[in-house]
């Protein structure tokens, strides 16, 4: 498993890093709206909508609301991040009370529902504005992308090696709390080596490595949603895409967090 995934990983690293590089603004918002909206259909089979046709459906609204996006997240790009940052923080008390929402009921379908509207949308929002920033915009979006990589990386292997006490059992009994630690450490080494290369110096890339530990930690919060919404239907994997990777929730859940809350930071933090 461990092979296949690095295999799909090689595949798909140089395809995100060249779209992110080298498109220009518009066209990288309009393909990641495409992906996002994957993720979204994905999301809405986790929620409890069954029905294929009705799930494509629910994509009309969506793809209209990127739409809309677009023609105001430059006027109003600072309230949509906090709102999707203060959604976060909402996931930490649900994470916290893991069975609320889990019954199959028609009120639950629907809070799950508008909570992947508060997962994707706010995340479509956060590398747009950072894409289009001066100077070195889509630098900062791949350094967003290279923090949760890692992350990843880091949670796997120090998880491997020494994870023993786990992290949050009922929600997803292979997160340990070295893992935790290893994502941390992994996360801010990569974010204090890219803002060096992006000339940050003193307190600026300070600010940034205490930046990076606070989006490491609400990726976790991302991933162990994720985890408990599969966990609430009885699905291994959100889809099947990926060879070894599983579907593209599974690839984005991480990072459907950490943007937001990276994009909200580098605004507050003016860097």
Request: a positive charge.
């Amino acid at each position: 498993m461990l092979r296949q995934r690095v295999f799909t990983a090689l595949l798909l690293a140089p395809l995100a890093i060249a779209m992110i590089l080298l498109l220009p603004t518009p066209w990288f918002a309009l393909v990641i709206a495409v992906v996002f909206l994957g993720a979204l259909e994905e999301w809405t089979h986790l929620a409890g909508v069954q029905k294929p046709a009705t799930r494509m459906a629910l994509l009309v609204p969506a793809a209209v609301s990127f739409a809309l996006l677009w023609l105001v997240h430059g006027r109003a790009s600072t309230l949509l991040l906090a709102l999707g940052v203060a959604w976060w923080l909402a996931a930490c008390l649900w994470l916290r009370h893991f069975a609320f929402g889990a019954a199959p009921t028609p009120e639950n379908r629907a809070l799950k529902l508008a909570a992947g509207a508060c997962v994707v949308f706010p995340a479509w929002v956060a590398p747009v504005v950072l894409h289009r920033r001066e100077p070195h915009g889509h630098w900062w979006v791949l350094l967003a992308l290279l923090i949760v990589w890692a992350a990843d990386i880091g949670a796997y292997f120090s998880g491997r090696s020494f994870g023993k006490r786990k992290l949050a059992p009922q929600i997803s009994p292979g997160k340990t709390w070295a893992g935790a630690y290893g994502a941390m450490v992994a996360g801010v080494l990569v974010a204090l080596a890219g803002g060096w290369l992006l000339d940050l110096r003193g307190m600026a890339l300070l600010g940034l490595g205490a930046l990076a530990a606070v989006t490491v930690a609400i990726s976790i919060v991302g991933d162990l949603l994720e985890s408990l919404m599969k966990r609430h239907a009885g699905i291994k994997d959100s889809g099947s895409i990926f060879p070894g990777h599983g579907g593209l929730l599974d690839r984005l859940d991480s990072v459907f967090a950490a943007l937001p809350v990276f994009a909200l930071g580098m605004q507050l933090l003016g860097l």
